[in-house]
């Protein structure tokens, strides 16, 4: 599969073999903090403090995520749900 891909066109069967392809690219690591997707984020991730206000009421109910960038709509890899809060709270915020 070609990676990058854009985000938008993809149905949810595809998005979740994109993210599927991501796990293997990354060695099942995620792509924002580094720590094992089948694991719990590491606790500097955790501690971070999330306005679970802006985000849709089952966000964390699909614990890996593919994380996609905004602005171009192309992947970027598979992330552990609550690295993705942080990433959109955190980083894509500041852009907008």
């Known amino acids: 599969m070609d990676l990058p891909v854009y985000y938008k066109k993809l149905t949810p069967a595809e998005r979740r073999l994109v993210r599927e392809e991501y796990k293997k690219?990354?060695?099942?690591?995620?792509?924002?903090?580094?720590?094992d997707l089948d694991s719990d984020?590491?606790?500097?991730?955790?501690?971070?403090?999330?306005?679970?206000?802006?985000?849709?009421?089952?966000?964390?109910?699909?614990?890996?995520?593919?994380?996609?960038?905004?602005?171009?709509?192309?992947?970027?890899?598979?992330?552990h749900a609550y690295c993705n809060a942080v990433m959109w709270q955190y980083e894509e915020v500041k852009t907008r």
């Open 25 to 35: 690219i990354q060695n099942n690591k995620c792509f924002y903090c580094g720590g």
């Open 41 to 79: 984020p590491p606790p500097f991730i955790m501690k971070r403090k999330i306005n679970w206000y802006y985000f849709p009421k089952d966000f964390l109910k699909y614990p890996i995520h593919l994380q996609h960038d905004h602005r171009t709509g192309m992947t970027e890899g598979a992330v």
